[in-house]
């Protein structure tokens, strides 16, 4: 069943009774807070909101492995396409959203296989998923994917890594203050101290980080005016731009906050916030989702003293054992600062179809590869 703006529903194996909402929604809780491989862009908080203000047409389906006790183990978004890459095949992908970030499925600690078992059942099952999952965004290296290859290994299905890049990740013992020793040259880091040193001759600075609810209006409010003013807004791609983009942030921020997921953090000059920045946490991992800064502040590098005071609120406070950046890959600023990498991948996973159409995908999908292959080839031959 699709979800949109409705009561959302799944996937659920044939002559599963549906759960009462209540039940759901503890199950969906229970998953999350057990899951082997942390994603907050798949907990309740953000993809329902997602999925009720960002997917208007309902193309969205949750697909859900549920046990014979009626146990959610686990889920993952997905919505269909009529392509991949420039070849005409239908096929499944994991649902990323213009603000999702990481595509790695919820699975049950321990179950992790069994989950990944069901899922692809389901979509071999499905009329309409076509001839392969094509999974994006997820650790190369994490529980979800090791799962994923046990499984297409045992069952002879076809799983091919297309793609993939690194992004800085935050992942230490260490204090703050020492990983900001071991990591940043010290030649920065004087020309920093300089930089805040001026900047507190405009006015007074205060750093803080949200810790009141009834704030976290005004902190949106601060933080969609901050982005607007910099070159996202320009660009049109500021979270003020569209209704919808601001409408997910404030209910997806609302909602993690009272999960206890949420970290927002902001530095004020003269009461003025000129930094701000969004972080999605729980005790298993955390992500850098957004950040703003004022561009009239740039020569103060306001980005950089803001996840100065990150690093003391995962290395100190210990708000998440570790910290993905969901950066670009080789992000100028970031990857000066966290000397960690997580390996962010993506596979082809074929699907069992009966009759003509399974042959078509068993077919299509070592064909895509060696064409893909030659072309690489190609292009490589003709820059050298």
Excluded at 98 to 110: D, K, Q
Excluded at 296 to 319: K, M
């Amino acid at each position: 069943m699709k979800v949109g703006h409705v009561p959302i529903q799944s996937d659920a194996p044939s002559g599963a009774a549906a759960a009462p909402a209540a039940a759901r929604d503890d199950g969906l809780a229970r998953l999350e807070g057990g899951c082997a491989e942390p994603n907050p862009f798949y907990g309740p908080a953000l993809l329902d909101t997602a999925c009720t203000v960002l997917d208007p047409d309902a193309d969205v389906r949750l697909v859900d492995a549920i046990d014979d006790r009626g146990v959610i183990i686990g889920r993952l978004p997905v919505t269909q396409s009529r392509e991949h890459g420039r070849f005409p095949l239908r096929n499944t992908t994991n649902w990323l959203h213009r603000h999702c970030f990481y595509g790695a499925p919820l699975l049950l600690a321990g179950r992790e296989d069994e989950a990944w078992r069901t899922i692809l059942t389901s979509l071999d099952a499905a009329p309409w998923s076509g001839t392969f999952l094509h999974l994006r965004n997820v650790d190369a290296e994490g529980p979800a994917v090791a799962a994923l290859k046990r499984i297409c290994a045992a069952q002879g299905r076809r799983c091919e890594e297309v793609g993939r890049y690194e992004r800085a990740l935050l992942a230490s013992d260490k204090d703050a203050e020492t990983y900001w020793m071991d990591n940043v040259r010290s030649k920065k880091r004087k020309e920093l101290r300089r930089l805040q040193s001026r900047l507190a001759e405009l006015g007074a600075i205060e750093r803080r980080h949200l810790a009141d609810a009834a704030e976290l209006p005004h902190w949106i409010d601060a933080f969609l005016l901050l982005e607007a003013k910099g070159w996202k807004g320009e660009q049109g791609t500021a979270l003020g731009s569209r209704a919808e983009d601001s409408a997910f942030l404030r209910q997806a921020c609302a909602r993690a906050f009272e999960a206890g997921q949420l970290d927002l953090l902001r530095i004020d000059c003269a009461g003025q916030p000129i930094a701000m920045l969004i972080n999605f946490v729980s005790t298993t991992g955390g992500f850098s989702f957004k950040i703003a800064i004022d561009p009239e502040f740039a020569r103060y590098s306001p980005g950089v003293l803001i996840e100065q005071d990150n690093l003391a609120r995962v290395l100190d406070a210990r708000v998440a054992p570790w910290m993905d950046s969901c950066a670009a890959p080789d992000h100028p600023m970031i990857d000066s600062l966290w000397g960690e990498r997580r390996i962010i991948a993506q596979y082809r996973i074929g699907l069992n179809k009966p009759g003509l159409s399974g042959l078509a995908g068993r077919l299509a999908l070592p064909a895509m590869t060696l064409v893909e292959q030659a072309y690489a080839r190609i292009k490589s031959g003709a820059r050298s």
